[in-house]
């Protein structure tokens, strides 16, 4: 079975500073994607971004980057120049299967942006 | 482009009514995937098709739950009868291989 554990149920930062959401995750499978999604208060679930896991080089995208660390399965998403409109639940998932066919989501991690 | 849509975007019923959730997936995607988000247990994947076949169902709770998806751009999610255990997000998404799902704005289900 697959897991991904988010362990900071919710985050604080101030705007324009750095914040890093942790996600470790736990499977057999040696192909997978791993993704960081956000789900703002209207309960849209945006796609952050994506790492593929035999990639060795971190994903970015503008403010976004991820610290991939495949022997550790840690998969952290730090946001640079925080901004009010990063203040959302954002959720780790898994995908397995060779393909991102059946996501494993984790519990999520609430973060505020404080002003 | 318009994204995954999905209807109705809230919905209240009765407990034992029959209640269906629509999705039109994005054109040219040929994975379709239903997602239940609850509190206690997150988010869930219910049944996933490619090419309108369903090839998992596995997350499916119960015989109560079915979901069809008759052509490429439509499917349903039926729950029949309805329990107040069923009050959840419902999410549909879809994709192309290989490409992250794009999700719906879901369908938030009250069942009183």
């Known amino acids: 079975a697959q897991t991904v554990t988010q362990s900071q149920p919710e985050m604080s930062v101030q705007e324009a500073e750095t914040v890093t959401l942790s996600c470790t995750y736990d499977?057999?499978?040696?192909?997978?994607?791993l993704f960081w999604y956000k789900q703002p208060p209207s309960r849209q679930m945006i796609l952050v971004i994506r790492q593929e896991a035999y990639k060795q080089q971190n994903a970015t995208e503008n403010r976004f980057s991820v610290n991939f660390q495949k022997a550790a399965k840690s998969f952290s998403l730090k946001i640079s120049d925080s901004q009010l409109g990063d203040a959302a639940m954002y959720f780790c998932?898994?995908?397995?299967?060779?393909?991102?066919?059946?996501?494993?989501f984790g519990k999520g991690t609430l973060l505020t942006v404080n002003p | 482009d318009a994204g995954v849509i999905q209807s109705p975007r809230h919905e209240v019923t009765e407990m034992g009514q029959e209640v269906t959730l629509r999705c039109k997936p994005i054109?040219?995607?040929?994975?379709l995937f239903w997602y239940r988000q609850t509190m206690m247990r997150g988010l869930e994947l219910l049944i996933y098709f490619n090419n309108n076949v369903p090839i998992d169902d596995s997350g499916m709770p119960e015989d109560r739950f079915s979901a069809k998806m008759p052509n490429a751009s439509f499917s349903t999610l039926k729950i029949q009868p309805s329990e107040p255990r069923d009050s959840a997000v419902y999410f549909c998404a879809s994709s192309v291989e290989y490409q992250p799902q794009h999700f719906g704005d879901g369908t938030r289900l009250s069942i009183l």
């Open positions: 499977t057999s499978e040696s192909d997978y994607y």
């Open positions: 054109s040219g995607h040929d994975y």
């Open positions: 998932a898994l995908g397995s299967g060779g393909s991102n066919y059946k996501l494993t």
